[in-house]
């Protein structure tokens, strides 16, 4: 008689690596730029975090749209759903 315990049974899953932290320099258009200062002052993140939040939410909005699925936006409450092409 064997005393296995239940979660020795159980499928394993694998965690996926979150790599770690990379410096990088980047150079921003007139527009970005400006995007990033409006960005700072509604959140009041850094622009570090501003930048790091805008790629996070950029890349997952670009995998919804290439998935089957769409990506829909309501401007206030009581709007209409519009869809959003990403071109």
Do not use: H
Not at 47 to 70: F, H, V, W, Y
Not at 75 to 82: C, I, K, N, V, Y
Request: some cysteine; glycine content about 4%; charged content about 30%.
């Amino acid at each position: 008689m064997t005393n296995a315990r239940a979660d020795e049974d159980a499928p394993q899953v694998r965690a996926e690596a979150v790599p770690q932290g990379e410096r990088v320099t980047i150079n921003l258009t007139g527009k970005a730029v400006q995007a990033l200062q409006r960005l700072q002052e509604m959140t009041g993140y850094n622009k570090t975090d501003c930048i790091n939040r805008a790629l996070i939410i950029s890349a997952e909005i670009e995998r919804m749209s290439r998935e089957p699925g769409a990506v829909y936006w309501r401007e206030t409450p009581d709007s209409d759903l519009m869809l959003v092409r990403f071109v």
